[in-house]
């Protein structure tokens, strides 16, 4: 089946430098990959997504990348603050009724 | 606040009991959909309703099962419950069957602790 791979699995920049997440998927019919952040305790809140026609998609401090033939997503955080440290977690949908998740990566931002 | 309302918040049991979790979905949303979050599984897909209708099925034990009632809310049941069943259950839900055509919205999870 689907498998979601995911790196770092912890991450610590400091406040206002870059932040990249990577994820890498199996299924190459897959065409839809949303980021969710999870804060402590909290629950899972989608970021933003991007779809297999798409090559970036950017919204404010976060953008996201595809390469369709490496078969791999990335995030981009820019200027990072400390409300940004938490859990993120990738994901890919082929059929759009279920996601397959990465492992998560702990982000933190030290300020 | 979701809109997506799950009960109860936490539970404990024994092993081999038996659980029901609860999920209301956000006033209009038509889908529901069951995650599992382990420490050493992630976040795990376990089934999905919509309208009423099981839609799709992922990583769900037999031991687990799910409905959604006329009234759109949903309940998972968990029964002969092991220690590794232990995981903070989330159900989300969204106004279509096609999770990349509407958001799906998470509820704030039901934490199982099997004892």
């Known amino acids: 089946g689907e498998n979601v791979e995911q790196h770092p699995s912890t991450l610590s920049v400091q406040e206002g430098d870059s932040a990249v997440i990577k994820c890498t998927y199996s299924?190459?019919?897959?065409?839809?990959f949303p980021w969710y952040k999870q804060e402590l305790g909290k629950r899972p809140q989608l970021i933003i997504d991007?779809?297999?026609?798409?090559g970036e998609k950017k919204d404010q401090r976060i953008a996201v990348t595809l390469n369709k033939t490496a078969k791999h997503f990335s995030l981009h955080i820019t200027e990072t603050q400390p409300e940004d440290s938490a859990v993120y977690f990738c994901?890919?949908?082929?059929?759009?009724?279920?996601?397959?998740f990465g492992a998560g990566t702990i982000l933190r931002v030290k300020s | 606040d979701s809109g997506v309302t799950q009960t109860p918040k936490h539970l404990i049991t024994a092993t081999g009991q038996r659980v029901t979790l609860r999920c209301s979905p956000r006033?209009?949303?038509?889908?529901v959909y069951w995650y599992q979050q382990s420490l050493d599984q992630g976040l795990q897909f376990l089934i999905q309703?919509?309208?009423?209708?099981?839609?799709a099925k992922g990583n769900i034990l037999e031991r687990f099962s799910a409905q959604q009632f006329p009234d759109l809310h949903s309940e998972l049941n968990l029964s002969s419950l092991e220690l590794g069943d232990s995981a903070l259950y989330f159900c989300?839900?969204?106004?279509?069957?096609?999770?990349?055509?509407?958001?799906?919205?998470f509820g704030q999870g039901t934490r199982l602790t099997v004892v």
């Open positions: 989300a839900s969204s106004v279509s069957q096609d999770i990349r055509d509407t958001e799906a919205f």
């Open positions: 299924d190459s019919a897959s065409n839809y």
């Open positions: 006033s209009g949303d038509l889908s």
């Open positions: 309703y919509y309208n009423g209708e099981e839609r």
């Open positions: 991007i779809r297999s026609n798409v």
């Open positions: 994901a890919a949908s082929k059929h759009g009724n279920k996601l397959v």
